[in-house]
């Protein structure tokens, strides 16, 4: 089986940045693209567990409304899910308003 720790920082990495570098005002394939690319992850995100925690999440949450407004909105959706993840987990939750710092413009010296 996968190492779901590793798996999961890297799928982070992954979905952050690529929500940090969705246009502010995407096209409709963009759109739905991202689309497609959110929806398939709870049927084939490779830990069981986590998959379905997320179907479930995305039912209460969906995507549709942060993906139609574009980057700004599908960060903070995204920040949420993963927040949802952390705090299941035990984690610390992370301030929404750290996202384009973190995963797009660096932090500041
Ligand atoms: P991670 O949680 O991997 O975070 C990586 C970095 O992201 C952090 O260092 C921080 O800089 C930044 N970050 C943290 N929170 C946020 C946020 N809210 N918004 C933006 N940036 C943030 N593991 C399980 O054991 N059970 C599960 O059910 C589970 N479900 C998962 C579902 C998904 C969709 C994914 C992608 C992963 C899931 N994981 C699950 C893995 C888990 O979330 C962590 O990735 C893993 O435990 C490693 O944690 P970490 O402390 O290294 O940091």
Same mark, same amino acid.
């Given at each position: 089986?996968?190492?779901?720790?590793?798996?999961?920082?890297?799928?982070?990495?992954?979905?952050?940045t690529?929500a940090?570098?969705?246009?502010?005002?995407?096209?409709?394939?963009?759109?739905?693209?991202?689309?497609?690319?959110?929806?398939?992850?709870?049927?084939?995100?490779? !830990?069981? +567990?986590?998959?379905?925690?997320?179907?479930?999440?995305? %039912?209460?949450?969906?995507?549709? @409304?942060? $993906?139609?407004?574009?980057?700004?909105?599908?960060?903070g959706?995204? !920040?949420? +899910?993963?927040n949802?993840?952390?705090?299941?987990?035990? %984690?610390?939750?992370?301030?929404? @308003?750290? $996202?384009?710092?973190?995963?797009?413009?660096?932090?500041?010296?």
């Amino acid at each position: 089986p996968p190492d779901v720790e590793r798996l999961g920082r890297h799928t982070w990495t992954f979905l952050h940045t690529t929500a940090s570098y969705f246009p502010p005002q995407p096209s409709q394939h963009q759109k739905s693209s991202m689309l497609g690319l959110l929806r398939a992850l709870p049927t084939l995100y490779p !830990c069981g +567990v986590c998959a379905d925690h997320l179907g479930q999440y995305m %039912k209460t949450h969906p995507p549709e @409304a942060a $993906v139609e407004k574009g980057r700004e909105a599908l960060e903070g959706w995204l !920040c949420n +899910v993963h927040n949802e993840v952390n705090e299941r987990l035990g %984690k610390d939750k992370f301030n929404c @308003a750290n $996202v384009p710092q973190r995963w797009r413009d660096g932090w500041a010296d």
